[in-house]
Nanobody
């Protein structure tokens, strides 16, 4: 069992930056693939990024490549999402998730592959 708590959301102007954090508690954090998803009200929750258990591999959705960077610190049971060059279209609630499916990182881009979720943190980008 893993509990996840996101932080770092807020209001930022277009072109600005934010760093989201996700603190995990419980056993086995370092063995989980971790992901970030986002959801706009009334729309499906969509994949943003994922990182392997070691941190050596990452995967991003196309719209954030080159702007967002995901990292993890297994010693601190924390994952991060550094977001730069933010756009109004990035406005959403951002969720941290953990997967113990054992599947390759490249297919861990749908919510059904993830077992544990945080409560989400709001990111609002103004134009």
């Amino acid at each position: 069992q893993v509990q996840l708590v996101e932080s770092g959301g807020g209001l930022v102007q277009a072109g600005g930056s934010l760093r989201l954090s996700c603190a995990a508690s419980g056993r086995g954090f370092s063995s989980y693939v971790m992901g970030w998803f986002r959801q706009i009200q009334g729309k499906e929750r969509e994949f943003v990024a994922a990182i392997s258990w070691s941190g050596g591999a990452t995967s991003y959705t196309g719209s954030v490549k080159g702007r967002f960077t995901m990292g993890r610190d297994n010693a601190k049971n924390t994952v991060y999402l550094q977001m730069s060059s933010l756009k109004p279209g990035d406005t959403a609630v951002y969720y941290c998730a953990a997967s113990n499916s054992g599947r390759a990182l490249g297919v861990l881009n749908t919510r059904d592959k993830y077992d544990y979720w945080g409560q989400g943190t709001q990111v609002t980008v103004s134009s």
